[in-house]
């Protein structure tokens, strides 16, 4: 768990700058610095789904994740809990902060492959790469966005600490095909993370964060089915 604790601390550190920063920057930089950060956005979840070995099991995921997270309302969930907790900051863009920092900092290749290998392996090396490129992107994000964005640090406690502390029970079935699967619906949303910032295309993305994990089944189907 030590790569992720790192990037937890990671965040509320590099947020915590961010906030300080946030005096000596303009308002009217915010929409530029955002539009940069969308850009190198989709840099990261395009170089990402390239990944991807399968183009059928990257469809049926996203197709089946989008039903599955619209039957939860993943997305509208986790909206009303970040919109109740900015009623109590009184900040404007505490919902916008928090959730684009969650998405950013826990739904990718890196988050995915490096809590992977923290707990099947050991290996940290990829959390703590992370943990740098977290820590620069919760300074520009929360210099951007506010006080939201530190709160990014539960996400990653949670959704990387899960999958680090499940990775050894579930390890008989993360060959590297299915995480390579994983890593490329993943990086789809980062993406589609991208375009909403770019071009505000209201994407709801939480809801097809299903799709990350389906791969999981889809690929022993496949594979069993002779279509690997």
Do not use: H
Request: aromatic fraction near 8%; glycine fraction near 12%; charged fraction near 15%.
């Amino acid at each position: 768990m030590f790569g992720v604790l790192a990037n937890f601390v990671g965040v509320i550190i590099g947020s915590a700058a961010g906030l300080l920063a946030k005096k000596a920057i303009p308002d009217s930089w915010s929409d530029v610095i955002m539009k940069g950060i969308g850009l190198c956005t989709l840099y990261i979840g395009f170089s990402g789904a390239l990944a991807g070995e399968n183009t059928i099991i990257l469809i049926i995921s996203m197709v089946a994740g989008a039903i599955i997270g619209e039957g939860l309302k993943i997305e509208e969930r986790f909206d009303g809990f970040a919109y109740r907790v900015e009623e109590k900051f009184k900040g404007g863009n505490f919902a916008k902060g928090f959730i684009t920092a969650s998405l950013l900092m826990c739904v990718g290749a890196m988050s995915i492959v490096g809590a992977l290998d923290a707990g099947i392996k050991g290996d940290n090396t990829l959390l703590l790469t992370k943990t740098v490129m977290d820590f620069i992107s919760a300074i520009v994000l929360s210099a951007s966005l506010g006080m939201g964005v530190i709160f990014a640090c539960i996400t990653v406690l949670v959704l990387e600490g899960g999958i680090v502390l499940i990775a050894d029970a579930a390890s008989p079935f993360l060959t590297d095909w299915v995480i390579n699967e994983m890593s490329c619906a993943g990086s789809v949303l980062i993406v589609a993370l991208g375009l909403n910032l770019v071009l505000d295309t209201k994407l709801k993305i939480l809801n097809y964060m299903p799709a990350m994990f389906l791969p999981l089944l889809l690929c022993p189907l496949f594979n069993a089915a002779g279509l690997s």
